[in-house]
Every structure is written in structure tokens, then in C-alpha cells.
């Protein structure tokens, strides 16, 4: 468990076991696993996530999808180039706040950080992958840019959290 206190409002993050024991990886632990019906809303698309986590008000997110894609470690740097090139083809007007590829727990993790229009605000998005079982593993960590102050460096806590197993 760990807890990240900004102002008056305190985040604990415990570690959870997902696709049936694979990865770890650490999520506030207010979050529940999203309703379908707000699945369906929030994600309208065929290729929804495998699992999301989210807050009371749908706002903050922590979703993970294990693809049918082929991945390895020698390929991180050709998804992250090849998403980079996607974004930025979806959301010309997106905001990049980074992108890279860390170590995390032994594992090459490429990520991507960039704010994107929504319908009514824009969204942060820290995407982050690495595979799993010659799989690729997309994680999202998504929150309106109202929270992004706050909950940016509890994205990335997440991300540096996970593991495969």
C-alpha cells in the first residue's frame, strides 16, 4: 500500500493481481471495476479495454487491455513510434506532455503523455505497454484536466508500479 497526499485529499494505492494473475499493479484503492453500461458509454468502440478501474464519478480512470497484437521486448520502440504517429494523426490539437521508453521492473515500457480534446473538457491520457505473454499489454491512466494537477503523479506511480509476472 501506498499513500500519495496532495492538500487536503489523501490517495492509497494497492497492488492488485489482473488478467488472471499476469500483471500487478497498483490502483487507488476507492476504484471499483467500471459498469458495463458505462463501459459501453465511455468506450463505444469493439476493442474496448479487458479491464477498467475507475473513480465514483467515471472522471479518473486506470484501464488495461491485454491485445491480440504479437509483442516483444525488441518491439516496444516500433509500438511506441507507431502509436506516437497515431495520436498525433487522431488529436492534431493534442497537447504532448512526453514520451519514452523506461525500465520498469526488469521490463522495456514505452509510454506516451498527452492532454486530448473531449466532447465537453479535455482528457490526460498517460498510455503506457509492454508485453505479456508475446502479447502487447496497453494500459491507460486517464483523468480530466481538472485533476491532472493532482493525480498526474499518481499516473505515473501506477505505471511505475506494474509488473509482469
Given at each position: ?5 496532495f492538500g487536503q485529499t489523501s490517495i ?106 473531449a466532447i465537453d473538457t479535455e482528457v ?42
Open positions: 500500500m501506498l499513500s500519495i497526499s492509497k494505492l494497492k497492488t492488485k493481481s489482473l488478467l488472471d494473475d499476469l500483471v500487478e499493479i497498483m490502483i487507488p484503492e476507492d476504484f471499483k471495476i467500471m459498469s458495463e453500461e458505462m463501459l459501453k458509454l465511455k468506450y463505444p468502440s469493439a476493442n474496448r479495454p479487458t479491464i477498467v478501474y475507475t473513480n465514483e464519478s467515471g472522471s479518473i480512470n486506470v484501464a488495461l487491455n491485454l491485445t491480440t497484437s504479437s509483442a516483444s521486448q525488441e518491439l516496444i520502440p516500433q509500438f511506441k513510434e507507431a502509436l506516437q504517429n497515431t495520436f498525433k494523426q487522431v488529436y492534431p490539437s493534442a497537447k504532448w506532455k512526453g514520451n519514452g521508453i523506461n525500465t520498469i521492473n526488469d521490463k522495456k515500457v514505452g509510454y506516451l503523455e498527452l492532454v486530448t480534446p490526460y491520457n498517460l498510455i503506457f505497454f509492454t508485453d505479456v505473454n508475446s502479447q502487447l499489454l496497453l494500459c491507460t491512466f486517464n483523468c480530466t484536466v481538472q485533476y491532472l494537477e493532482e493525480w498526474q503523479s499518481i499516473g505515473h506511480e501506477i505505471m511505475n508500479s506494474l509488473k509482469v509476472k
